[in-house]
Every structure is written in structure tokens, then in C-alpha cells.
């Protein structure tokens, strides 16, 4: 039994060369999916599920290989003969590439069995297991699910089925392709989690349904520790080490003594953060245990909007407090923004660029609200306009992201 782990091919047009495609997308390891010009090959997300799967059924004696089809800028033509070699080829989805990822699997089942994981899949299995190029739709991570489909040799929906303590995952698969999964500013990264899920609800987050119950789930400071340690010693040239989680900084504890673990690599590092879930003394010991960048959402300046429709669950005064403390200690601080939130008038837009102006954060992105399948915010949608988002309404392609060049990270 062959298995086959893919991020397959997406170019718009469906189906064109990619020397004739206007757009290309970004799809696993990403938060949310989106198209950028065909030639920008700048940023690619580590597709974390993809290679925790992957290395479990390594672990427990599957034949499995991972393919990053967007990272090697596959053709379609050129993922097509590889799938072929394969028995399952398991294919991540997104809203926003769904019509591509419908072509995609039609060919590929005619010599393999299809098996849809991501957030597309997850939220959609019951519609999607009734197409007949289907043979099995998997919920949430799935390296366990993964596992059961195939030694149970039955097709279907396959539940969430996660891990309860997360230390027991294997480390994911990295290879010698963990030096082109490049992180803006910092193109040696290694990119891990901390942890998995978020205890926030927010209505357009993708963790809202594909985590079982928006559960939060840590590694242990020792865990961490023993991951970045091999990932070091197995790919020397690394130079920053990049905490990916939906939300690292959680409980003051816990992130004071992973910065204890940190401090011993000697190496600078980053994560994912809330303004809100530690305090001010907690954020100056990572900074003095060599954390140097901090990536925060804000994604609103009108406080209605962070209450009423996106369930933020931040007082945004407070957040803008803190990061101009944040600021002062030396972090480079990169806010994330958003528009086109439903009732959003042009105030509260204005209301947003007027809080990117006052943060002055080293760093921003402001991009429109891209609609991810099963979230509230996609589900309020589809109350408002009785239809369920087009794939372009799906797309978060940034509108911009601002890096002040005179700025270097300390």
C-alpha cells in the first residue's frame, strides 16, 4: 500500500499551465487560503498537517510520501503522473480552491482512491463523500483518521479523532525542502507548533471547525525542547526558529519556562501572539531569552466589530497598550488587520487604518475578510445572502503587506 500526502496544484484558470495562469494559490499551512500573482513565489506556509500525517504512518510502517505540489510549483500534468504511482492520494482542500481541487480529484481517482482532508473537507464531508470520485473525507488533523481509513480499507467519514496529549505526536516530517518554506524576513526558519487549537471563538477563524470544540491542546516545554533540538542538528544552516500556533503565548507559566528552553539555543525566534492572553513580564522574559518578533491581531479598529461580529474577545484600547509597550522592549511587532466585515461601514474602515497608523507596528497586513467553510462568519453569509460563498468571496488574498525596510530586528 502506497499512500501519497499532497497539497496538489492551483492555478487560475483551473487547469492552465502554469506559464498561462493569472494566479497561483496558497493552500495547506496557511490560515487561510489565497491567490497571489503566478510568479510570486515568496512565502510558502509549512503544511503542518500534511507532515505530522505523514510522519505517523512512517512511524507505524505505512509507505507514505509527502508532496508539496504549490512549494514545487508542480504542473498539473506533472501531480497527475505522480498521483498515479500511488493507491491513496490524500489531497488538502480549501473553499477557495474548491472547483480546482473537484478537477483535481476527478482525474486523479480514476487510477487512485481520493481522500479530501483540510478545512474545505472538514466542514463539507457529508456533500462531498456523496461525489463518486470520493472514497473517503477525513475531519480535522488526521493523522490518526488517516491511519484507521486505510488499515480498515473502508471509505466514508471519518470523525475528528485527535490527539489527548499532544506529546504524543511524532515530530512531522522535514527534509532538505524545510529551507524553501520561507518565512517573510527570515527565508533559514524552521516553523513549529507549540501547540494545537485556540480557546477563542472568533467567526472567521478556521479553528472554530476544525479543531473538535475550538479545544486547545500544548506541548510540554521538554517536548518543544527536544523538537527544535533536532531540527537543528539535522539542518545546521537554520537561523530562527518561527512558534506557527494559532495562539502561542497562553498562561504566563508555561511561556516563561519554553523561553528558559529557548534561551539555551541562542538562537532568535518569533510566534503567533494575542495582546491579551500574558502579561507585560511574561512578553520582557521572551525577550530576553531571544524572542525577537511577535505577529498579533488586531484586525479591527472599531470595537463594535471586534464585539459584535468577530467575537475577538479584546479590549482594543488594552491591545493597543500593550503592543506600544511591546514596541519599547524591542520586539519587531507585525499587526494584522482586516475589512469587509458584514455591517462594516467607511468610518469603521477608517476607524482600522487609523489604528494602523497610530500602532506603527514594524510590520502589517491588511487584507479582506476571506470566507472559510463552516465558520460562523461563513455561515452568517449564507443567512444574509441566502447562497454560500463563491470561491473568490473564500480568497484572502491580502490587499497589502507593508515591511518598513529601515527597520532591523534586534
Not at 93 to 113: C, G, I, M, Q, W
Not at 153 to 176: C, I, M, Q, S
Request: charged fraction near 30%.
Amino acid at each position: 500500500m502506497k499512500v501519497l500526502i499532497s497539497n496538489p496544484p492551483w492555478f487560475v484558470p483551473v487547469g492552465s499551465l502554469k506559464l498561462n495562469a493569472a494566479r497561483t494559490g496558497v493552500r495547506a499551512g496557511g490560515r487561510w487560503p489565497y491567490t497571489r500573482g503566478a510568479r510570486r513565489r515568496n512565502y510558502f506556509p509549512f503544511p503542518f498537517n500534511m507532515a505530522y500525517a505523514d510522519a505517523y504512518l512512517k512511524q507505524v510502517g505505512i509507505d507514505s510520501t509527502l508532496r508539496d505540489s504549490i512549494l514545487l510549483f508542480d504542473e498539473y500534468e506533472d501531480f497527475f503522473k505522480v498521483a498515479s504511482n500511488f493507491d491513496y492520494v490524500v489531497m488538502e482542500t480549501a473553499s477557495a480552491s474548491r472547483e480546482n481541487d473537484h478537477y483535481l480529484a476527478k482525474e486523479v481517482s480514476r487510477r487512485s482512491k481520493v481522500i479530501l482532508v483540510g478545512m474545505h473537507a472538514t466542514a463539507f464531508a457529508e456533500e462531498l463523500i456523496k461525489l463518486k470520485e470520493i472514497y473517503a473525507v477525513l475531519k480535522g488533523e488526521y493523522e490518526r483518521s488517516l491511519y484507521n481509513c486505510l488499515t480498515e480499507g473502508v471509505g466514508g467519514v471519518y470523525d475528528f479523532d485527535e490527539w489527548e496529549n499532544l506529546d504524543d505526536a511524532p515530530f512531522p516530517t522535514r527534509d532538505e525542502t524545510i529551507y524553501l518554506y520561507r518565512t517573510p524576513r527570515h527565508p533559514l526558519a524552521v516553523n513549529m507548533w507549540g501547540s494545537r487549537g485556540c480557546p477563542y471563538k472568533c467567526s472567521f477563524c478556521y479553528v472554530s471547525c476544525f479543531q473538535s470544540g475550538s479545544r486547545y491542546r500544548p506541548h510540554s516545554p521538554e517536548r518543544i525542547k527536544r523538537e527544535v533540538g533536532d531540527s537543528l542538528k539535522r539542518f545546521p544552516k537554520l537561523n530562527f526558529i518561527y512558534f506557527d500556533d494559532d495562539t502561542f503565548n497562553i498562561g504566563n507559566e508555561r511561556i516563561r519556562e519554553i523561553s528558559k528552553v529557548m534561551k539555551n539555543f541562542g538562537l532568535p525566534w518569533g510566534c503567533m501572539c494575542r495582546a491579551d492572553t500574558c502579561n507585560l513580564e511574561t512578553f520582557r522574559i521572551m525577550r530576553e531569552s531571544g524572542c525577537v518578533e511577535l505577529k498579533i491581531g488586531i484586525e479591527s479598529g472599531s470595537q463594535r466589530i471586534l464585539d459584535d461580529i468577530i467575537n475577538k474577545s479584546l479590549n482594543l484600547e488594552n491591545a493597543k497598550k500593550v503592543i506600544k509597550e511591546l514596541k519599547k522592549m524591542g520586539f519587531h511587532v507585525h499587526g494584522t488587520f482586516m475589512y469587509r466585515f458584514p455591517t462594516e461601514t467607511p468610518e469603521e474602515v477608517q476607524m482600522t487604518r487609523n489604528a494602523m497608523k497610530e500602532l506603527q507596528c514594524d510590520s502589517k497586513q491588511f487584507s479582506h475578510l476571506g470566507l472559510l467553510s463552516g465558520t460562523k462568519a461563513w455561515k452568517d453569509f449564507e443567512k444574509i445572502h441566502k447562497r454560500v460563498p463563491t470561491s473568490e468571496e473564500s480568497d484572502g488574498v491580502l490587499s497589502k503587506t507593508i515591511y518598513k525596510k529601515s527597520h532591523k530586528i534586534r
